[in-house]
């Protein structure tokens, strides 16, 4: 069973502080994905990584950047985090093979203050 | 104008109705076609792959209109459990590997 984690379910910050948000795949799949999920907005691509070290600008990567060092593991950085990156945050991983069907994680909520 | 639009809904139908949502995407290069399903705060999970075709996994009937870039899903005999909202999904005209979603259609099955 495909099992995708994020290291936090709920997370306050406060503006200006910088926050890591930490994703852990243990499928041995290539792709990764970090997504944020508003509502009326649906899920919108922030950065993915097909390979270690590798990463790829999103639709919306402002005010975001990411570090992939290992294949399992994709984590998110909001450098200085602001009120208008209050959002749920999801993390995806696929596969290199079959339909690249999206494996999440159960998402981070953060509020920042 | 938006990549891949549905109809928000909210649609509340009664336990054994018959009930259908629409989606359409706007680059025709598009290759993959997906429903997935997700729960009040869950994540997405994959309900089913979308083909040409069409196809039908139990209850659930997908189809795929290309010439109309059109993609619809059916669900029949609505059980609670069906209760959620779907996303329409469709593969980036670059690479099968990225997905753009659609904001989902919200469902509610009623006893």
């Known amino acids: 069973d495909v099992k995708v984690t994020q290291s936090s379910r709920y997370l306050v910050k406060r503006t200006g502080e910088k926050v890591f948000l930490e994703c852990v795949q243990d499928?041995?799949?290539?792709?990764m994905f970090w997504y944020r999920q508003d509502p009326g907005l649906g899920l919108r691509l922030i950065y993915f990584?097909?390979?270690?070290?590798?990463?790829e600008k999103g639709d919306i990567p402002e005010g975001y950047s990411v570090s992939r060092e290992k294949k399992e593991r994709f984590s998110l950085i909001l450098e200085s985090a602001s009120t208008n990156q209050t959002s749920m945050y999801l993390c995806?991983?696929?596969?290199?093979?079959?339909?690249?069907?999206?494996?999440f994680g159960p998402g981070t909520r953060l509020t920042v203050t | 104008r938006k990549e891949v639009e549905q109809d928000p809904g909210p649609f509340n139908v009664p336990e054994g109705a018959t009930v259908a949502f629409n989606c359409t995407y706007s680059?025709?290069?598009?290759?993959?076609f997906f429903w997935y399903r997700q729960d009040c705060r869950k994540e997405p999970k994959l309900l089913m792959s979308?083909?040409?075709s069409g196809n039908e996994d139990g209850r659930f009937t997908a189809q795929l209109n290309r010439a109309s870039q059109y993609i619809s899903l059916l669900i029949r005999d609505s059980k609670l459990s069906d209760s959620a909202t779907y996303l329409c999904?469709?593969?980036?005209?670059?690479?099968?590997?990225?997905?753009?979603f659609g904001s989902g259609t919200q469902l509610t099955v009623l006893p």
């Open positions: 995806a991983s696929s596969p290199n093979r079959g339909n690249y069907e999206q494996y």
């Open positions: 990584s097909y390979d270690v070290k590798m990463k």
């Open positions: 499928m041995d799949h290539e792709n």
């Open positions: 999904v469709v593969s980036h005209s670059g690479s099968a590997r990225q997905l753009t």
């Open positions: 680059n025709s290069a598009s290759q993959s």
């Open positions: 979308v083909y040409s």
